[in-house]
């Protein structure tokens, strides 16, 4: 399970179709939602920036993989 803070960048855990999301791909946490359950608003961007697709994920469903301080 993964405890992340805004702006932390994280990892996908499983392929999202859906939203044209793959295991892997990095996003950046953009808010955090505590109810009714802990999920993570994600923004996954392309090489240039632009906004890929913005979801809420489940701790389960992410790795941090970097840290801001």
């Known amino acids: 399970m993964t405890n992340a803070n805004l702006l932390d960048v994280v990892v996908l855990l499983e392929d999202l179709p859906a939203d044209g ?3 892997g791909m990095r ?3 953009v808010d955090i939602h505590h109810s009714p359950c802990l999920a993570y608003e994600v ?3 392309d090489d ?3 906004t890929i697709a913005l ?6 469903q ?3 993989v970097w840290i801001r301080r």
């Open 21 to 23: 999301l793959q295991v």
């Open 27 to 29: 996003g950046t946490v």
């Open 43 to 45: 923004e996954f961007c």
């Open 48 to 50: 240039r920036g632009e």
């Open 55 to 60: 979801v809420a994920l489940l701790p389960n």
């Open 62 to 64: 992410i790795e941090r």
